[in-house]
């Protein structure tokens, strides 16, 4: 049976405008993971920065996986710089990009080393200025290692941002832009964690088309027709990652 988020659980659920929708979404997600941690194995803002960007097209298990080798090479800024790029390239091999990736981190690490004294900035402006930093990198350097308010989308989010029809999935930007406008800051940082936990596990893309997974069927318990992300959308989801990396 379809799940209300409130604890009751009903055969029929009636027609929910946006805000309810996400209300909705907020608490059952609450409930499915009260803890968030983060899937990127971190020491400091410097090593989730690294770590994100190596996250590009490539699963945070890999990511865990290459992140050990590497930051025992070099687990600062200042190590790090003076690193042979061809050095970094084979480390970071398995996560895909590599020589696309490696000259980004070679470089934000000796431009961090150049121009901010050693140590990752804390503005968007700053960050997305440093190569191989895009607006979702930034985004997730200043929620999980600075605890500012932002809301990160990556393929999950978006997909399920359509499905649940908190955003009408015309882009990756217009995504980011309703998710602020429909929860409060102060549940943002949490909340796309906790939208990736469950895309992942539950309202994956072959695995659930809008109708399959306990949220889709809560919130749309009489749509038959499957609901696929838009090409468009799919397009500048992939641009970012590659631009990233």
Known sequence: MPFTGTGIRSQTMPSLNKSERAAVVDRRLEELYPETPIPLNHRDAYTLLVAVVLSAQCTDKRVNEVTPLLFALAPTPGEMARVPVEKIAAIVRPCGLSATKAKAILRLSQLIVEQHGGQVPRTFEELEALPGVGHKTASVVM????????????????????????????????????????????????LHLRMIFYGREHCTARGCDGAVCEICRTLYPLRRQAVRVKKQAKAGIVEAAAKQG
Not at 168 to 174: H, K, L, P
Request: charged residues 25%; aromatic residues 10%.
């Open 143 to 190: 929620s999980q290692a600075f605890g500012v308010a932002a809301f990160p989308v990556d393929t999950h989010i978006h997909r399920l941002s359509e499905r649940w029809g908190l955003s009408d999935g015309r882009s990756v930007e217009q995504t980011e832009r309703d998710l602020k406008n429909l929860f409060p800051p102060e549940r943002w940082n949490q």
